[in-house]
């Protein structure tokens, strides 16, 4: 993701608009920064953060806003549920891959930790903990098969993933609304990896 520093104006306008009473010295202008970027599946709202500085290890907090409304992520899919109830969410055939990549990263699911691979390769080099590879909403899996579904209007998805920390085949139904349904298919395995 290409973030972009928010001004030191907009940054203490998105703190105000997001801190609690209780929260008033974690977020500071002085001690903090703000940053957004441009998600390909919204219309018009951004994803910002919202990092401190001065602790130790750095504290963030990551909101979907349109700058004046803040919704924070909080492994709830709440503020998606916003997105689709404001007309926000936009899925085709070139923002469902996206989308799932900011879902996996964001929502927090039953099955566990969930993370689209490049190809089946790269399972057992991924950590779950590398930020930067948890956000790369851009990574395309080779062979990924995407179908849109005529009659619900949302699309089926088959791709590799690190399914609960297994390598896994996994079938994705993604809902018009956004919802998300991921079934494992088969284990990848040294034979069938290549």
């Given at each position: 993701m290409i973030w972009y520093r928010l001004d030191r104006d907009k940054t203490i306008d998105m703190i105000g608009r997001v801190k609690s009473a209780a929260e008033a010295m974690l977020f500071?202008?002085?001690?903090?920064?703000?940053?957004?970027?441009?998600?390909?599946?919204?219309?018009?709202?951004?994803?910002?953060?919202?990092?401190?500085?001065?602790?130790?290890p750095t504290f963030s907090m990551d909101f979907i806003s349109n700058g004046e409304t803040f919704y924070y992520m909080d492994g709830a899919d709440t503020a998606i549920r916003q997105m689709v109830t404001s007309g926000e969410l936009e899925l085709n055939e070139e923002t469902i891959i996206p989308y799932l990549n900011f879902y996996y990263c964001y929502v927090r699911l039953p099955e566990g930790e969930i993370i689209l691979l490049k190809n089946a390769e790269e399972a057992p080099q991924i950590d779950l903990y590398d930020e930067d590879r948890r956000e790369?909403?851009?990574?395309?899996?080779?062979?990924?098969?995407?179908?849109?579904?005529?009659?619900?209007?949302?699309?089926?998805?088959?791709?590799?993933?690190?399914?609960?920390?297994?390598?896994?085949?996994?079938?994705?139904?993604?809902?018009?609304?956004?919802?998300?349904?991921t079934s494992p298919k088969r284990m990848l395995t040294l034979e069938n990896i290549q």
């Open positions: 500071t202008p002085v001690t903090s920064e703000a940053k957004c970027t441009r998600l390909p599946f919204l219309k018009s709202f951004l994803l910002y953060r919202l990092t401190n500085f001065s602790s130790l790369a909403l851009d990574v395309i899996p080779e062979g990924v098969e995407i179908e849109r579904d005529s009659t619900t209007g949302g699309f089926l998805v088959l791709a590799p993933a690190l399914y609960d920390s297994s390598p896994m085949q996994v079938l994705i139904t993604v809902s018009k609304d956004g919802q998300v349904l």
